[in-house]
């Protein structure tokens, strides 16, 4: 058994690990870790108290895989709903799609009995106030939200408000390999805008027969390799899983133009093996938890500089300032 998580993943992990332990299968596991990140206040990236959109509202994404059937579940730009990930779950129950989006994913929140509420906490509002305030002209004010807001994404663009994610990656006692993931995207996104955590195959994917990999940060980047799916296919190919995230860094180092930032790469295989790696160039660490384990420990990420990216901060503002 394995467990692998994010940063961002610290209020769940415990939780995961010892379900593991228990004998609990890989995503009811990880339903249970993600739901006490979804609410958890401090988290700036998942659930309630998210980071908003330019309008001012939180839009929430999650998606799973589960390894043995190929079976996924991806809900995004959710509005009023606490936990995406269970609305994900239930339509993979109830439901012969892989994707929900915005009304359609609210609709069958509702349908289900899904537990709405607040999302947007007052800090995030508050920050949020303090952006408009500061960064939206006197004619914008007067016509808002009438305006365009392209141009007002440069100025929100700011690497250090978040664009994670939490990953959860499980291999189980009976060997099923899944993987979870849910956000709220990008702090002061254009409205719709999905990251890679409800796109499988770009944000998270997930083979029994091979592994699992999830991604972390720009979503964008990983979007644009397809990462999660060429790490599992790696592996397929015969490349150890340190090789093939090794390999899917360096799809992403080639990237041309567009959104140049930070992303960690996470994995697991069938043998208990697991690679975490930054590339960004900037200090990252994550959860481990085996069955060998007391419990969950903190690892270091292994940081491989973006060629093209000296100063990650500065490009992820600059190129996309300079293209909008
Ligand atoms: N990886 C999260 C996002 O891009 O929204």
């Not at 993600?34 to 998210?50: A, K, M, S």
């Not at 289900?112 to 500061?134: F, I």
Request: aromatic share 6%; charged share 25%; glycine share 10%.
């Amino acid at each position: 058994m394995i467990l692998v998580t994010n940063n961002e993943g610290t209020h769940g992990v415990p939780t995961t690990a010892r379900l593991l332990a228990e004998g609990v299968p890989a995503l009811d596991a990880i339903e249970a870790g993600i739901r006490l990140i979804e609410d958890n206040e401090t988290v700036y990236t998942v659930g309630r108290g998210g980071w908003p959109n330019l309008l001012g509202e939180v839009e929430l994404d999650a998606s799973m895989m589960d390894g043995d059937t190929l079976r996924t579940a991806a809900i995004a730009s959710l509005k009023g709903y606490l936990h995406p990930f269970t609305v994900a779950r239930k339509m993979m129950e109830l439901l012969p799609h892989e994707i929900l989006v915005d009304e359609g994913a609210r609709l069958f929140a509702k349908e289900v009995g899904a537990e709405a509420g607040e999302t947007l906490l007052p800090h995030a509002k508050a920050a949020w106030d303090n952006w408009y305030a500061k960064e939206v002209s006197d004619e914008d004010k007067r016509n808002w939200p009438n305006v365009p807001l392209a141009p007002l994404c440069r100025h929100a663009i700011d690497p250090e408000i978040g664009k994670d994610t939490t990953v959860f990656l499980v291999q189980d006692k009976n060997g099923s390999i899944c993987v979870g993931t849910s956000t709220s995207g990008w702090g002061w996104k254009y409205p719709g805008r999905l990251g890679d955590c409800p796109i499988i195959g770009a944000g998270s994917y997930a083979d029994s027969r091979y592994g699992a990999a999830a991604c972390t940060g720009a979503g964008e980047m990983s979007i644009r390799t397809g990462a999660a799916r060429s790490v599992v296919l790696y592996m397929k190919m015969g490349m150890t899983v340190e090789e093939a995230v090794h390999e899917a860094a360096s799809d992403m180092e080639a990237l041309k133009g567009g959104l140049i930032s930070r992303i960690t790469i996470h994995a697991i295989d069938t043998k208990g093996n697991h690679e975490v790696v930054a590339v960004n160039g900037i200090e990252n660490s994550y959860w481990l938890w085996t069955d060998s384990l007391p419990e969950p420990v903190v690892r270091p990420a292994e940081i491989r500089p973006l060629a093209s990216a000296a100063n990650p901060r500065e490009t992820a503002a600059f190129k996309f300032g300079k293209q909008l």
